[in-house]
């Protein structure tokens, strides 16, 4: 069964510094990731994906996310952090065991505080 | 584009009420939507895909007499928690892809807080 870790409950950092949240993940076959972000009481928004080509993926509001096949991680970055990317980011992996289909599994997500 | 809305946005219901959640895609026609259940600090969980004119596929360990799924037209899905309880207090977000491609994206609507006193 394919998965995906999240092994940061939260990551602080102070504005203006480089940020990362790290996933992991486990799939068979060739993966297609994603990340998002949810606001408090609001529902997820997408900030990008990888599904085949440069390794390198960027984003909205300035996030990227490199995928590492040898190492099966695709940690989401942003080289200079706002007190407005506070939030919670969830990684998560297409389903693709399910065929047809466009079911996520998602990981247990990161909660970032971006310090004025 | 890409729009997908819920109502009601919180819902206070008396414990044995029967509570509907609509999901709406705003600017295109759905086939797939998804149905998601969320804890405080918590991960989305998927309770059900709906596919428009067909019965919802539950996950396992959902209740499908207790969470009923309606996807009566391309851009309307209805959760109804029937007889709900406190523990089925949670914030329910629904999502939506278009066209039947797997890789197609889902879009996520802004979610439905749900407290069942």
């Known amino acids: 069964a394919q998965s995906v870790a999240q092994p940061e409950d939260q990551v602080n950092v102070a504005e203006g510094n480089p940020l990362t949240v790290k996933c992991t993940y486990s799939?068979?076959?060739?993966?297609?990731l994603f990340w998002y972000v949810q606001y408090p009481n609001r529902g997820l928004q997408f900030l990008l994906k990888?599904?085949?080509?440069?390794?390198l993926v960027k984003g909205s509001y300035g996030f990227e996310a490199e995928f590492n096949k040898s190492q099966t991680s695709f940690h989401l970055k942003k080289p200079s952090a706002l007190v407005s990317d506070s939030a919670l980011y969830f990684c998560?992996?297409?389903?693709?065991?399910?065929?047809?289909?466009?079911?996520?599994?998602f990981g247990k997500g990161t909660m970032l505080l971006v310090s004025p | 584009g890409a729009v997908v809305s819920q109502h009601p946005s919180w819902v206070i219901c008396k414990s044995g009420t029967s509570v509907k959640i609509e999901c709406r895609s705003l600017?295109?026609?759905?086939?797939?939507m998804f149905w998601y259940r969320q804890f405080p600090k918590q991960s989305l969980m998927l309770m059900a895909t709906?596919?428009?004119?067909?019965?919802?596929?539950?996950e396992q360990g959902v209740e499908k007499d207790k969470f009923l799924i309606n996807h009566a037209s391309l851009t309307l899905s209805t959760l109804t928690v029937t007889s709900a309880h406190p523990e089925d207090s949670s914030f329910y977000i629904c999502?939506?892809?278009?066209?039947?491609?797997?890789?197609?994206?889902?879009?996520f609507g802004p979610g439905t807080r749900l407290t069942v006193l």
């Open positions: 600017d295109f026609q759905a086939t797939t």
């Open positions: 799939v068979s076959g060739n993966p297609y």
């Open positions: 709906s596919n428009e004119g067909s019965k919802a596929t539950y």
């Open positions: 999502s939506a892809i278009f066209g039947g491609r797997a890789n197609n994206e889902q879009f």
């Open positions: 998560a992996v297409r389903d693709i065991m399910r065929a047809g289909t466009s079911t996520l599994t």
């Open positions: 990888y599904i085949t080509g440069d390794n």
